[in-house]
Every structure is written in C-alpha cells, then in structure tokens.
C-alpha cells in the first residue's frame, strides 16, 4: 500500500522558513515525477513545485519567484520542499504527490494527508 506522509508544517511570521518533507512508502521515488501542491478551502489547488527525481528538470508555480525549493532523498525515500521569505498569502493545505504525468503542473496519482502551513503578517 502506497503511503506518503507529510510533516513539517506549522505557524510561522511572515518572512519566516519552513521545511516541509514527505516520507513515501510503498512507491518507489527515484527516477519518478514528484510534487507539492497546496490548496485553500473554497479556491482550486495550485501546483506548488514538481521534480524529475531522475534529475535535471524542477518545476514552480509562478507565485513561488525564486522562494521555495524541491529536493528529495532517493536513499530516505522522501521528498522535501523549503520555503522560505513565506508571506501571509502562503498559508494553506501542502499535499505530496507522487505517480505523476510528465506535464507541468503535473496530475499525479499517490496523495498525502496534507500539512498545514500558517503565516502570520
């Protein structure tokens, strides 16, 4: 059973980092499409960042500019997103997607639970 697990959410003042990382079981990551979305109650998801897990292309939503960044571990099976200079309009849902199309923002398969992500002005 394909499990993905995301931690590393929480409250935090504008400007302020967070890590979030997504622990996969069940589905290997390596050589595999990955991403974040995140969503607002009441408005569509957006597709946060996405990554070729076999290296060489990443992918961000256009309100990202150059603040957050995917990574992920092969060897933990996980996959990670920092962000940092969060702003107010950043809070919302963060979900971990694996088992994605190759088409930015990706449609994916495998789903996490989500993690909750607050920035207060």
């Known amino acids: 059973q394909v499990q993905l697990v995301e931690s590393g959410g929480g409250s935090v003042e504008a400007g302020g980092s967070l890590r979030l990382s997504c622990a996969v079981s069940?589905?290997?990551?390596?050589?595999?499409?990955m991403a974040w979305f995140r969503q607002v109650p009441g408005k569509e998801r957006q597709g946060v960042a996405g990554i070729y897990t076999g290296g060489g292309s990443e992918y961000y939503g256009g309100f990202v500019k150059g603040r957050f960044a995917i990574s992920h571990d092969n060897a933990k099976n996980t996959l990670y997103l920092q962000m940092d200079s969060l702003k107010p309009e950043d809070t919302a849902m963060y979900y971990c997607?694996?088992?994605?199309?190759?088409?930015?923002?990706?449609?994916?398969?495998?789903w996490g639970q989500g993690t909750q992500v607050t920035v207060s002005s």
């Open positions: 069940g589905y290997t990551i390596a050589k595999k499409y």
């Open positions: 997607a694996a088992k994605c199309n190759h088409r930015w923002p990706y449609e994916c398969d495998y």
